[in-house]
């Protein structure tokens, strides 16, 4: 069965560093595009970033250039690098797949339980 593992999640100060991993699992055999969704404190999940297996890249506009989002293809796992943290960006960062296929069979989407990142100012 799929499953995705996130990692990383934790307290910084403003203007520090943060780097989240996710683990895809499940005799995987591809993965069309991994991102990253974060859910803050009253409000709905939000995207912040997405990347396709062929390494294209999206942004949500409030975390452009502080943040790299990356894949690893043969590992099966996503990374997102968070720079310049404020704290807007405390929330509940949640690891997600879409488009996969497995020895199996085909699966649409997939997320994983979540990581709490809290930014103190």
């Known amino acids: 069965q799929v499953q995705l593992v996130e990692s990383g999640g934790g307290l910084v100060q403003a203007g520090g560093s943060l780097r989240l991993s996710c683990a895809a699992s499940?005799?995987?055999?591809?993965?069309?595009?991994m991102g990253w969704y974060r859910q803050a404190p009253g409000k709905q999940r939000e995207l912040v970033a997405t990347?396709?297996?062929?390494?294209?890249?999206t942004y949500a506009n409030s975390v452009y250039g502080r943040f790299t989002i990356s894949r690893d293809n043969a590992k099966n796992t996503v990374s997102l690098q968070m720079n310049s943290l404020k704290p807007e960006d405390t929330a509940d960062y949640y690891c997600?797949?879409?488009?996969?296929?497995?020895?199996?069979?085909?699966?649409?989407?997939?997320w994983g339980q979540g990581t709490q990142v809290t930014v103190s100012s």
């Open positions: 997600n797949a879409k488009g996969l296929v497995t020895s199996t069979g085909r699966f649409s989407d997939y």
């Open positions: 499940g005799n995987i055999i591809s993965i069309s595009v």
């Open positions: 990347i396709t297996s062929g390494y294209t890249t």
